[in-house]
């Protein structure tokens, strides 16, 4: 078997050269870039000042612990809304999977053991559920999940549903992972 792959040929010494040579220049126009057109002019306004980056990063700034009190207690909100979406997410995904597989199944039955209007209506209301669900799924993975968060934190108060913030987010979240998690699933 050959080691040769058939996406390209191995570069001979010539083109290594001038990989490396444009590799070289490429790094540097990127540098000089960032150096002249986003260093320099924020520099400029003294954006890069202590005063700005002392509460950050200077132990010895009066306003130290509370930047960092209120950065740490967003990272414990953070990876709280994490852990209730990620908890959630899989438990609506699976279900939601578990009933696109019924439903397809479900559409393939004939219902034989039922009158005929019976038959009928049952594999109508199955198509229609199918059909359902699939548009759901089909709307919600399609739109951005920050739109999602954004729609459930807005939407639901209109509906006289008012909570925590934290719960629109792990609801939004929620809606987007769960329909992602569940067609992955169900494939």
Partial sequence: MSQQTVLYDIPGPRQRRLTLIFSIVGTLIVLAGVYFLIYLPLDEKG????????????????????????????IKNTLLAAVLAIVSSLVVGTLLAVLRIQLKELNKRRF??????????????????????????EVFR??????????????????????????????????????VIGEILRS
Avoid: H, K
């Avoid at 807005?154 to 809606?175: A, Q």
């Fill in 112 to 137: 034989t053991g039922f009158a005929a209007p019976a038959s009928y209506l049952l594999r109508g209301l199955s198509a229609f559920l199918s059909a359902i669900t699939r548009m759901c799924i």
């Fill in 142 to 179: 399609g739109l951005p999940v920050v739109i999602t968060i954004f729609f459930v934190a807005r939407g639901l108060p209109e509906f006289g549903v008012s909570m925590n913030t934290l719960w629109y987010l792990v609801i939004g979240l929620t809606v987007y992972n769960s329909v």
């Fill in 47 to 74: 954006q890069f000042s202590m005063d700005l980056w002392g509460p950050l990063i200077d132990p010895g700034n009066e306003n130290f612990s509370q930047v960092w009190d209120r950065l740490f207690v967003g």
